[in-house]
């Protein structure tokens, strides 16, 4: 029998519906945008180049980073870049509020990523694999700066999963 944990790489369970309502909304512009100037008589290839480059740059600015972690890493897939840290390494964790919150993850080998927090409150099991890294460079004392951070994400967690068994029993 196998383990109670991930066997594989973990990623964003909901990535591929964000995918796809990228797509969507790409190809609605670009169809859309095709047929009023088709309409009005003035579509020319040109102008069709023009609406495809639109919809892709569309596409790119819709479509998130796909989040994905295993055992000591954590990847985040962005369009044109790959970023990997590792885990059991990580040197400094810090958190930026302003626009957009987001996480900036630092290992010991000079990687760097961005990530969105939201990202690991929607999936436990990428929380698990960056908790128990985080874990890991702790116990190695590599991880110099944003345990904390860390912690109260984790707590975070935790407590959205109390309140979501609670209202699942019906008890809240």
Do not use: K
Not at 43 to 70: K, S
Not at 121 to 126: D, E, K, R, S
Request: charged share 20%.
């Amino acid at each position: 029998m196998g383990g109670s944990g991930p066997q594989g790489p973990v990623g964003d369970r909901h990535w591929g519906g964000s995918a796809r309502f990228a797509v969507g909304c790409a190809l609605g512009f670009a169809a859309m945008a095709e047929l009023v100037d088709w309409d009005a008589g003035t579509l020319t290839a040109l102008r069709t180049l023009l609406w495809l480059t639109l919809a892709a740059t569309l596409f790119v600015v819709l479509l998130p980073p796909h989040v994905t972690a295993g055992p000591g890493w954590l990847a985040v897939q962005g369009t044109l870049r790959r970023h990997v840290v590792c885990t059991d390494a990580l040197v400094t964790v810090r958190q930026y509020d302003g626009v957009s919150l987001h996480l900036v993850l630092r290992d010991a080998y000079g990687h760097r990523l961005e990530l969105d927090p939201r990202v690991l409150l929607a999936n436990p099991l990428l929380w698990h694999e960056l908790d128990t890294g985080m874990r890991r460079s702790l116990e190695r004392g590599t991880l110099r700066e944003g345990a904390e951070v860390l912690r109260r994400i984790g707590h975070r967690i935790d407590d959205e999963t109390a309140r979501s068994v609670l209202r699942a029993s019906r008890l809240s």
